[in-house]
């Protein structure tokens, strides 16, 4: 059972441009979301997070878009560049677990100059 | 600090073969962890440590995986023996202390072909 659902699988994107990578969750019980970044060779690497109680949250170019509703968030990259191609995962940790990180499949960018 | 430290970043072996991957996670980090990527199965935790006890085993596919942390500062992941379904990437990750949600740092990972 895939409780991440990340899309797209890839995405290529021009200098300059907008990256937008969304996930949706089925399990009500999470209650923190943190986006990972993993480059070629490397381990993923914490990018940004986000808690339920705010819609958005941003730092630099790259922005969280949280809908409790709908059960599902985005990241946002802004002004894309060639060094922000990577992959890139969602991830959810449930309350009273603050170690099981639950993957998105995790999306290819590319960022062509 | 020099990161989670991984070793080897390469192995390959023949099916049938034991295999030891280690794992020196950042010092004063109490937790550790055991994930596996797969491009089918994405990323996965294998299993967590807490104060070098393990917690949660739940994701050790099955009891060729086995894992140990004798003291705070190494860990091992063994397969014995191995088959070429279990060629994936290895990550160990070691996280400091704290509530609620602590951020996981990874080793850049053990990559393992079993032929």
């Known amino acids: 059972q895939q409780q991440v659902k990340q899309s797209p699988q890839s995405l290529i994107v021009q200098k300059g441009g907008i990256s937008i990578i969304n996930c949706a969750y089925e399990?009500?019980?999470?209650?923190?979301f943190p986006w990972y970044q993993q480059f070629p060779g490397k381990g993923p690497a914490l990018l940004i997070a986000?808690?339920?109680?705010?819609s958005e949250k941003k730092e630099g170019r790259f922005t969280i878009s949280f809908n409790k509703s709908a059960k599902q968030f985005s990241l946002h990259i802004m002004d894309s560049q060639p060094g922000d191609s990577a992959t890139y995962f969602c991830a959810a940790i449930s309350g009273g677990s603050n170690y099981k990180l639950t993957f998105g499949k995790g999306t290819l960018l590319t960022v062509n100059p | 600090d020099a990161g989670v430290i991984q070793s080897p970043r390469h192995e390959v072996t023949e099916m049938g073969q034991e295999v030891t991957l280690r794992c020196k996670p950042i010092s004063g980090h109490n937790s550790l962890f055991w994930y596996r990527q797969t491009m089918m199965r994405g990323l996965e935790l294998l299993i967590y440590f807490n104060n070098n006890v393990p917690i949660d085993d739940s994701g050790m596919p099955e009891d060729r995986f086995s894992a140990k942390m004798p003291n705070a500062s190494f860990s091992t992941l063994k397969i014995q023996p191995s088959e070429p379904r279990d060629s994936a990437v290895y990550f160990c990750?070691?996280?400091?202390?704290?509530?609620?949600?602590?951020?996981?740092?990874f080793g850049p990972g053990t990559r393992l072909t079993v032929t």
């Open positions: 399990n009500t019980a999470f209650d923190y």
């Open positions: 986000i808690r339920p109680d705010v």
């Open positions: 990750a070691s996280s400091l202390p704290g509530t609620p949600s602590d951020e996981q740092y």
